[in-house]
């Protein structure tokens, strides 16, 4: 039968506008979550993250939302630019663990 | 400030042959972790090591698979005999195990078996 990959979510916005990529994580353990950026040919690259206690981290041009409530995790970059444009994974893990489990990831892609 | 280092960048390689993928995790990192990206299945986690000890290595697919770290700044990842199925990219990544600590990966393996 036909192989059938992962339906990747993808997300075109302008140059300079803001963009939301979202994640919905399903272990309620989860104590700890990432938000990664992956380019072209590279692996993962770290761009935030933010523990359980927290519902909103900032950094820059980036923040992170947690909603425990609804395992909700969303990024939110600002004032998005070319070099923006990648893969982005939202990865979660346990409490006091170091092992993470990954999301499907949303392809971003910023138009000049 | 040098980064998490895997050798080779590519490998091309007949079914059946043995293949051998390395990494040099960041210099006082005590976490290890092999991935596998595919398109059908996003990135798996595969094994990971604390102190150089295996801590889980169920998602190894299976006995063809198996992984090593002899020392602190070295890990193996071989697959014997490798099949077309295994082609992926192969991700290493380190980190500094305190309590949750991101992940630092490597820029991957992509192996292709023909």
């Known amino acids: 039968g036909e192989s059938v990959g992962l339906h990747l979510p993808t997300l075109s916005v302008q140059e300079g506008d803001n963009s939301i990529i979202n994640c919905a994580y399903s272990n309620s353990a989860s104590d700890y979550f990432i938000w990664y950026k992956q380019e072209s040919g590279k692996g993962p690259q770290f761009i935030i993250d933010?523990?359980?206690?927290?519902d909103k981290r900032q950094g820059q041009r980036v923040t992170v939302l947690l909603n425990k409530t609804v395992k909700h995790l969303s990024l939110q970059i600002a004032a998005t630019q070319p070099g923006d444009s990648a893969v982005y994974f939202c990865?979660?893990?346990?409490?006091?663990?170091?092992?993470?489990?990954f999301g499907t990831g949303t392809s971003l892609t910023v138009i000049p | 400030d040098a980064g998490v280092i895997q050798s080779p960048r590519h490998e091309v390689t007949e079914m059946g042959q043995e293949v051998t993928l390395r990494c040099k995790p960041i210099s006082g990192h005590n976490s290890l972790f092999w991935y596998r990206q595919t398109m059908m299945r996003g990135l798996e986690l595969l094994i990971y090591?604390?102190?150089?000890?295996?801590?889980?290595d169920s998602g190894m697919p299976e006995d063809r698979f198996s992984a090593k770290m002899p020392n602190a700044s070295f890990s193996t990842l071989k697959i014997q005999p490798s099949e077309p199925r295994d082609s992926a990219v192969y991700f290493c990544?380190?980190?500094?195990?305190?309590?949750?600590?991101?992940?630092?990966f490597g820029n991957g393996t992509r192996l292709t078996v023909t």
């Open positions: 990865a979660e893990s346990p409490r006091n663990g170091n092992q993470f489990y």
């Open positions: 990544a380190s980190s500094f195990f305190q309590g949750n600590s991101p992940l630092h």
């Open positions: 933010i523990r359980s206690n927290m």
């Open positions: 090591f604390n102190n150089n000890v295996p801590i889980d």
